[in-house]
């Protein structure tokens, strides 16, 4: 299996940790995410370099792929991450800055990862004014985007993102809803109108996203089997034992846990 979002050096949890971490899932390769942000460098808070994820790669090169973060408001953006995927890098993630998703800045990391050929994952948050959780707002502004960089793959990630799934999203004003899935959710429109969107399943935007309809969240893995992938953003088991909760036909969990993973990054042919 492969897990396409984790986070080095974070929560406590020191690199050697977090492999033994997944191979105690049987997780075979994971995504590793940094997460440059200069409001958390404003705060005093750590942000996640990197670094990090190099130095993860390094120590244990057979399971951490390494992906860059750069917040653009930084500058030399171009030059930056052309610098890391030649350290290594194969992605550009996590990227979860405090502008719009389409703002001009972000798009030199979008034109960047086209010219690259890296996918780009991406933390959204929905148009919440009482929040201070506002990263990478909104969803309505995806879909000129995605046309704008149809070469690009974008992974999907984030309560702004994740309780899109349901119809009803414009009248909740929660950030994760737990009421039934109602039809006609724009993220059901975004996969079915444009092929370079995918959705990473981690953290509790997307678990809640699955379960809170079973029924619906097993349906819309098969129906969108090539365009899910499993990631967790923890250290435990829970988005694993939601998946194998669905009991999903063999092939469909394949492509959620590992193949489409593959596919995105060229690591077909990875040791089963």
């Given at each position: 299996?492969?897990d396409?979002?984790c986070?080095?050096?974070?929560?406590?949890?020191?690199?050697p940790e977090?492999?033994a971490?997944f191979d105690?899932?049987g997780?075979?390769k994971?995504f590793t995410?940094g997460?440059e942000?200069?409001?958390?460098?404003?705060?005093g808070?750590?942000?996640?370099p990197?670094?990090?994820?190099l130095k993860?790669a390094?120590?244990?090169?057979?399971?951490?792929?390494?992906?860059?973060?750069?917040?653009?408001?930084?500058?030399n953006v171009?030059q930056?991450?052309r610098?890391y995927v030649?350290?290594?890098?194969?992605?550009?993630g996590?990227?979860?800055?405090r502008?719009c998703?389409?703002?001009?800045?972000s798009?030199?990391?979008?034109r960047?990862?086209?010219?690259?050929?890296l996918v780009?994952?991406f933390?959204?948050?929905?148009?919440?004014?009482?929040?201070?959780?506002?990263?990478n707002?909104?969803?309505?502004r995806?879909?000129a985007?995605l046309?704008?960089f149809?070469t690009?793959?974008?992974?999907g990630?984030?309560?702004?993102?994740?309780?899109?799934?349901s119809?009803d999203?414009?009248?909740?004003?929660?950030?994760?809803?737990?009421?039934?899935?109602?039809p006609g959710?724009?993220?059901i429109?975004?996969l079915?109108?444009h092929?370079n969107?995918y959705?990473?399943?981690?953290?509790g935007?997307?678990?809640?996203?699955?379960?809170?309809?079973?029924?619906?969240?097993?349906?819309?893995?098969?129906?969108?089997?090539t365009?899910?992938l499993?990631?967790?953003?923890?250290?435990?088991?829970?988005?694993?034992d939601?998946?194998?909760?669905f009991?999903?036909?063999e092939d469909?969990?394949d492509d959620v846990t590992?193949?489409?993973?593959?596919?995105l990054l060229?690591?077909?042919?990875l040791?089963?």
């Open positions: 299996m492969i396409v979002h986070h080095v050096n974070w929560k406590g949890v020191t690199i977090a492999a971490h105690s899932l997780v075979k994971v995410l997460w942000e200069v409001d958390r460098e404003r705060r808070e750590y942000e996640l990197t670094e990090d994820t993860a390094e120590q244990f090169p057979e399971k951490f792929i390494p992906f860059c973060s750069v917040d653009p408001r930084r500058g171009e930056r991450i610098e030649k350290r290594g890098c194969r992605g550009f996590e990227h979860k800055i502008l998703i389409d703002n001009p800045d798009k030199k990391i979008y960047t990862c086209a010219e690259l050929g780009c994952l933390h959204m948050d929905g148009p919440l004014p009482k929040s201070d959780q506002w990263y707002v909104d969803v309505s995806l879909p985007l046309e704008e149809p690009v793959n974008f992974i990630h984030g309560p702004g993102f994740w309780r899109e799934i119809g999203a414009d009248e909740s004003p929660e950030a994760y809803p737990k009421s039934p899935v109602t959710g724009r993220l429109r975004l079915d109108e092929e969107i959705c990473d399943i981690s953290a935007s997307g678990h809640t996203a699955l379960s809170r309809t079973p029924d619906f969240g097993r349906q819309f893995l098969i129906d969108y089997r365009r899910v499993y990631g967790t953003d923890m250290y435990d088991s829970r988005h694993l939601l998946l194998r909760g009991d999903l036909p469909v969990f590992r193949r489409n993973a593959e596919r060229g690591l077909e042919g040791e089963s």
